[in-house]
């Protein structure tokens, strides 16, 4: 391993604490006493970037050196880049910051485990006088009031492991964009029983140090590691909260293929963490059994609150849980997969009535078009239950931002027509989990792109899911006037869908309509001290370093 003026780079690295190796039998001597007053808080800000445009990080980090305290720490693990002019800038700048500042870079490659394996990496390298992680993604500028509003957070929930706060955009325009994925914020986690119950969502996650390392630190089995730390977090009984307040703005996706990607990503890992959600391991079953009969008095406080939640936890209380996992994993999937499928098959048996009677032996009558109707009943249900959410939403933390915003019926809509380009997505990207298949992590790309205004929408036109467009188009050839199986009500549901889908897409091309984005960045009001290139003054010349963050499956309590 070698150390340059704070830049750390290794083939294989696991896990330092410090400048100490962290083995099996010294992580439970660093699960401290709760310091959950704000006046004893230390924070431990974490950027996980990978292939970053430098400028960008740069600019996240000066927001924090704004609003951070003497005692907080600033943690950068850049991780499996090779593109030297990615992070070579921006470990020379946090080179350059005053050694006071606690700002450390360190560069490593051959990281495993998506982005858990870099959160368990700042997990082992963060100070051990820092009592809580703040997680922070590379583009996310921390507002003015971040830190007293975290501080605040936790003098206000003592005893909770997860404070989670809002995501939020500040790019210029894509209005539609920003209220589809606000919504989530806005609407879905704002509910009371999801906001007591909340799973970490990422970016400005407030976990205790603590707890988090009395759970193994962050798990590998899902690609959404914030949501399966949350669920492995309340099974074993330690709370959580949603705080909605705005303290930080981040950057949406460049392009719509990257949007895309980014929905994908949710949708398989959140899956992922449902499909294992009832799994029953049978060893952690009787482990359990063991838990609820030991004394208190062989416990540590920790340990205690642990066995206590599971005393008390009633079937009523693990239901509400079970609601609050399954309304916030399922948030970004539908169900209409289903009804997708039987479409094609309907449509493929009417086209052999059609074009192939006496080959396949099936007469073109109606009752055929009865899955359809099935069918349309099923859309029909999931685009009524969007629109009603949609309509329902009061734009909170819109508002908070904007005391004068109030959203109209039409902003109302194009939200509800954005969400609808991902409605394949929702229905279809989650079954790959269902037979085991494994999805590689992709990172949302924080590069700007320069097109021409043909070029992007060529790049639109691919990006757009076009399946249900599709096979409503030929439904509605099949049930037209003109057709032997003509049916008035499938002809209109079929028009429908397919006008939502073209109306969806042209909200779709209003957002990401060919301009010149500026990059919008946070800069310090006074310049922190900077002192000659941080020296090192203890080489991590450390032998091969065995991991103890094992990769876990949810276990039900």
């Known amino acids: 391993m070698a150390i340059d003026k704070g830049v750390c780079t290794k083939e294989s690295l696991e896990y330092v ?7 099996g039998s010294s992580v439970n001597d660093h699960v401290e006493k709760n310091h959950s007053q704000a006046h004893t808080a230390a924070l ?3 950027l996980m970037t990978r292939a970053e445009p430098p400028e960008l990080v740069i600019a996240t980090i000066q927001s924090l050196l704004v609003v951070k305290k003497d005692c907080d720490e600033i943690l950068i693990i850049d991780n499996n880049n090779n593109d030297t002019s990615m992070y070579k800038p921006l470990a020379a700048f946090c080179a350059s910051l005053d050694p006071e500042l606690k700002v450390y870079f360190y560069h490593i490659d051959a990281v495993e485990g998506f982005k858990a394996g870099a959160l368990n990496l700042a997990l082992g390298l963060m100070s051990p006088d820092c009592t809580h992680i703040v997680v922070v993604d590379s583009d996310y500028q921390a507002l003015p009031h971040a830190r007293v509003s975290i501080a605040n957070a936790i003098e206000q929930y003592p005893e909770h492991t997860l404070l989670q706060f809002p995501q939020f955009y500040r790019n210029a325009g894509q209005i539609d964009i920003h209220s589809e994925l606000n919504h989530y914020f806005n609407h879905h986690l704002y509910r009371p029983f999801n906001r007591k119950r909340a799973l970490s969502t990422g970016t400005y996650a407030v976990i205790r140090r603590s707890d988090l390392l009395s759970l193994g630190g962050w798990s590998g089995a899902s690609i959404t590691e914030d949501a399966q730390m949350g669920v492995l977090m309340h099974q074993q009984g330690l709370r959580s909260q949603f705080i909605p307040k705005v303290i930080a703005t981040g950057l949406l996706p460049n392009t719509l293929n990257d ?3 980014q929905r ?8 992922q963490v449902i499909n294992t959600y009832f799994s029953i391991d049978k060893s952690s079953m009787h482990r359990q059994h063991l838990e609820k009969s030991q004394t208190l008095t062989s416990v540590t406080p920790l340990n205690r609150y642990v066995i206590n939640s599971i005393k008390v936890k009633g079937i009523g209380e693990r239901l509400l849980y079970v609601h609050a996992h399954l309304s916030q994993l399922s948030a970004w999937i539908n169900f209409t997969g289903l009804f997708i499928f039987l479409q094609i098959c309907t449509l493929l048996i009417i086209f052999s009535a ?3 009677p006496t080959l396949f032996n099936i007469n073109a009558d109606s009752t055929l078009l009865t899955p359809l109707y099935l069918v349309y009943a099923g859309y029909t ?5 969007r629109l009603w959410a949609y309509m329902k939403d009061q734009v909170p933390l819109n508002k908070q931002v904007n005391g004068n915003y109030q959203p109209t019926m039409k902003m109302r809509l194009r939200a509800w027509l954005m969400h609808l380009n991902f409605w394949e997505l929702g229905a279809l990207s989650w079954l790959p989990v269902m037979w085991g298949r494994e999805k590689p992590f992709i990172c949302t790309p924080k590069q700007e792109y320069i097109r021409t205004r043909h070029s992007l929408w060529q790049a639109n036109i691919v990006a757009l899911p076009k399946l249900l467009l599709a096979l409503n188009i030929i439904t509605a050839l099949v049930v037209a006037p003109f057709s032997p199986l003509y049916s008035p009500i499938l002809f209109i549901c079929a028009l429908t869908v397919c006008l939502l889908k073209i109306g969806a897409a042209k909200v ?16 310090i009001k006074s310049k922190p001290a900077v002192a000659h290139a941080r020296k090192q003054t203890k080489p991590l010349a450390l032998p091969k370093i065995e991991t103890v963050f094992e990769n876990k499956k949810i276990i039900n309590p």
């Open 264 to 271: 994908r990503r949710w949708i398989y890992g959140n899956m």
């Open 381 to 385: 249900v999931f685009l009524v239950r």
């Open 17 to 23: 604490k410090g400048w100490e190796t962290i083995n």
């Open 44 to 46: 431990s800000f974490q």
């Open 508 to 523: 779709a091309f209003d957002n990401f309509a060919a301009t010149e984005p500026k990059l919008n960045s946070i800069r």
């Open 259 to 261: 949007l895309m990607c």
């Open 354 to 356: 059609l074009f192939a």
